[in-house]
């Protein structure tokens, strides 16, 4: 999979030549050309890295990193700057920033910085995968004979997710969206478990599962989050009470954790 970055610069030029350079070398990009563009691009599509300019129109670097790590603590940001000040530079490290590149940019190390926040991102998934693999073995069954109800617009996931439980001993529904996964809002009083994106394609997860529960006041939800698009912790999306589970995951992991979030 092509890694993902976002690059905001109100100018023009400087989008093109910095597109061009990185998906060069391998990355998927989309571009904004102020803090207040970026931050809608985010919020439909959290960017693992982010690389923007200081001074812009309508919102600024500094308070595009302020609202990325309030909000998407996990998203690597590189400051991208022509003014060489030490307010600025602290400021921007306070709130979060990886580093700072002095224009012209030398490519060859925004290059590597990008690299190593990559690099940081793949590491800590591991790590988050390990904690919850071992969270997992302290459960003694991962079998079931409940009703699960799961939505992914991704179906090569959604048919390993099915094939699995099923041969756990689950009942198993499946969905591409949440428009898809009300036409079974009939079957809601059978479901037990509602395994959903956090973000899905036309409406939130969290949204989708209160109509779901108004039908049936027992049923559960376990969410579906993707690490490096961002685990987003706000009450409209996710909260950091909510039951997850980070995908892509293993067949050991995904029984493990239904499990755990019925018996719950």
Aim: net charge negative; glycine share 4%.
């Amino acid at each position: 999979m092509r890694k993902k970055i976002l690059i905001v610069d109100d100018s023009q030029a400087i989008l093109r030549v910095t597109e061009t350079y990185l998906k060069k070398n391998g990355y998927d990009v989309e571009t904004a050309t102020n803090g207040e563009e970026a931050f809608d691009i985010i919020r439909r599509t959290p960017y693992p890295v982010v690389f923007t300019d200081i001074k812009m129109p309508k919102m600024d670097g500094i308070k595009l990193i302020e609202k990325i790590k309030s909000t998407y603590p996990m998203i690597r940001v590189i400051i991208g700057t022509g003014y060489v000040d030490f307010k600025y530079g602290l400021t921007a490290f306070t709130n979060g920033a990886e580093t700072i590149i002095f224009k012209p940019y030398d490519y060859q190390k925004l290059l590597s910085v990008i690299e190593n926040c990559f690099k940081f991102l793949d590491e800590w998934e591991i790590k988050l995968k390990e904690l919850q693999e071992m969270k997992g073995e302290q459960e003694t069954s991962s079998e079931g004979t409940e009703t699960i109800l799961y939505i992914d617009d991704d179906e090569r996931v959604r048919n390993f997710s099915k094939f699995n439980l099923e041969k756990f001993g689950y009942k198993f529904y499946s969905a591409s969206d949440g428009e898809e996964s009300l036409s079974l809002i009939d079957k809601a009083k059978e479901i037990n478990l509602i395994m959903t994106s956090a973000k899905l394609s036309d409406m939130y997860g969290k949204d989708l599962y209160k109509k779901f529960k108004k039908v049936n006041p027992e049923i559960k939800v376990l969410y579906i989050v993707s690490y490096k698009e961002g685990i987003i912790f706000e009450d409209n999306i996710l909260h950091e009470d909510d039951d997850y589970i980070y995908s892509p995951f293993t067949q050991k992991i995904l029984t493990k954790t239904v499990r755990k979030t019925l018996d719950s």
